[in-house]
Every structure is written in C-alpha cells, then in structure tokens.
C-alpha cells in the first residue's frame, strides 16, 4: 500500500513539473541589433535573434514584453515564455517576456546611421495613409500624414481636420511635439481623437518595411502607415 501512494505521488510530481514547463520556461537568446522585414499581421521588422545551438540569425515574430529596444544595440536576454490558454485563431500562443537584460552592446557602424538617413529620405515628402490604427482596419477613414525631413514638421489630415506639428526623429525613435489644427465641426463617423492619441503617445519607435510605415508602443505595433503613389 505504501509502495502504491508512494508511486501515485512520483507520478503526480512528474506530471505537474511537465504541465508547468508546458505553461511557463526562462531561457536565453541573442538580439541583434538591426531588425529584418518580415511578414506578420502586414509587411513589418521582426527581430532577429539567436538561441544557444542557433547558427544564424532568424526571425522572432512575437513581441517581447518588459523590453525596450534600441537599434544599434545587440543584447543577450533571459526570456520567459508562458502559454496562453485558448487564444482566438488569430492571437498568438504564447507570450514573451523579458526578465532580464543580461548584456547590452553597442555596435555603432556606418553602414547603421546611413540606413537610418536612408529611411528618413525615404519618409520624406511622401503622403502615408494611416491603414490600421491599433489592430483595426481604418483605411476607409483616409486619415494621412506627410513629413518634411528638412524642416522637421509632420502634416496631414485626421480624417476630419488638417493638422501640422513638429516631429523629431532619433535613430529608431520618433515623438511628435504640440500638434496643432484646423477647426472644421466633424460630421459622421471619424476617427480624430483616436489620431490625436496616437501623436500623445510617449516613447514610439518606427520602421519601414518596404510600403509601410509602422509605429510601435513598447514593442507593440499600434499602426500602419500605407505609401500612396
């Protein structure tokens, strides 16, 4: 009878510690200092990272929490991964968060800060139509904004008023300053404020994966940006 319990008790122990590795795990991985185009949600920058039998670099699509990314920086992190219980089709499985930064490189090259010049210049002039604004569909709305590089000012339409500000642009970085507008009454359906929010947003970063121009909220893509021709 002893024997019995004491087996009973081994086999519950070993299936707990499985269902728990199952549900959460800590383990480490190497984050490059650039991002790479991928394919997600629409054409954005995943990161690129490394695990400890990894050869080359492939793609994290996930986002990572508790993590605040720079470009030009390599970083060794621990991680822990927790399944999600029943996502929907859509959501992903698990979720990622970092629980420490165990290393932090900087890894400044010419190749980093003519990337970034590239990209301005690429931003610039240019009529981006807002497509999705916080995991909704918006394009309908045809809310836009333009830079000017030069001058360092943003413009554009909130699909209802014009607006114009400054803007400033630092690495991988962007923060809008006080935006001002016209002041037209809005009738029917807009999405103004939900614009406005997106400018008072602290702490945004950006990338450009071919035609779109995405913003980001700790790590979480918050918008998408369309090139119109």
């Known amino acids: 009878m002893r024997n019995t319990i004491k087996t009973v008790l081994i086999l ?11 549900q959460s795990n800590n383990f ?25 039998n990894s050869k080359d670099w492939e793609f994290f699509y996930a986002t990572l929490e508790n993590f605040n990314y720079e470009e030009g920086h390599r970083y060794r992190v621990l991680v822990k991964r927790t399944a999600i219980p029943n996502p929907p089709a859509d959501a992903p499985s698990y979720r990622y968060d970092v629980l420490k930064v165990l290393k932090k490189t900087t890894v400044k090259t010419q190749n980093n800060e003519t990337a970034v010049n590239n990209q301005l210049n690429f931003l610039d002039g240019k009529k981006w139509k807002l497509i999705q604004l916080q995991g909704k569909d918006v394009a309908k709305y045809n809310a836009f904004l333009t830079f000017d590089i030069k001058e360092k000012r943003v413009s554009g339409n909130s699909s209802c008023n014009n607006f114009f500000g400054p ?30 929010k997106l400018f008072d947003n602290k702490g945004l970063t950006y990338d450009i994966a071919e035609q779109t121009f995405n913003l980001y909220q700790k790590d979480k893509l918050i918008a998408i940006f369309g090139l119109e021709k």
């Open 12 to 22: 519950f122990t070993l299936l707990w510690g499985t269902v728990s590795y199952a």
């Open 28 to 52: 480490r991985m190497e984050i490059k200092e650039n991002r790479g185009d991928c394919q997600g949600v629409a054409k954005q920058k995943c990161y690129l990272v490394k695990y400890h």
């Open 167 to 196: 803007v400033t642009f630092k690495g991988n970085t962007i923060s809008f300053g006080a935006i001002g507008a016209t002041m037209k009454a809005c009738v029917g359906d807009t999405i103004e404020q939900d614009v406005f």
